[in-house]
Nanobody, 123 residues
């Protein structure tokens, strides 16, 4: 089971680092991704990283502010320069069937989902 953590209430311009881990196992065999869902909106893709870790990818609108990374047990989303429009529940996702350097950007590609961690950015 995936568990996302690190959310909270911050002011605009602040930074946060979200973490995602799986209880009782490593994440080395999984392609990982972060998605977010703002109130009243559909869930959207944020960033993904391949199983190898060699291919981190952030969606264009968040490039330069959000960075995904990983180690054996945890996937991180470093967020800087937060804006009120970044307010959302952030979800991590995992899939074990992807190729070693494959980056997955679509929700249906992921088999496993965490419960979400809430990020609130005040102006």
């Amino acid at each position: 089971q995936l568990q996302a953590s690190g959310g909270g209430l911050v002011q605009a311009g602040a930074s946060l680092r979200l973490s995602c881990a799986a209880s009782g196992r490593t994440l080395v065999d999984y392609a990982m991704g972060w998605f977010r869902q703002a109130p009243g909106k559909e869930r959207e893709f944020v960033a993904a990283i391949s199983r190898s870790g060699r291919r981190p990818y952030t969606t264009n609108s968040m490039k330069g502010r959000f960075t995904i990374s990983r180690d054996r047990n945890t996937v991180y989303l470093q967020m800087t320069g937060l804006k009120p429009e970044d307010t959302a529940a952030y979800y991590c996702a995992a899939d074990g069937g992807a190729g070693w350097d494959k980056v997955l950007t679509k929700e249906p590609s992921y088999a496993y989902w965490g419960q979400g961690t809430l990020v609130t950015v005040s102006s």
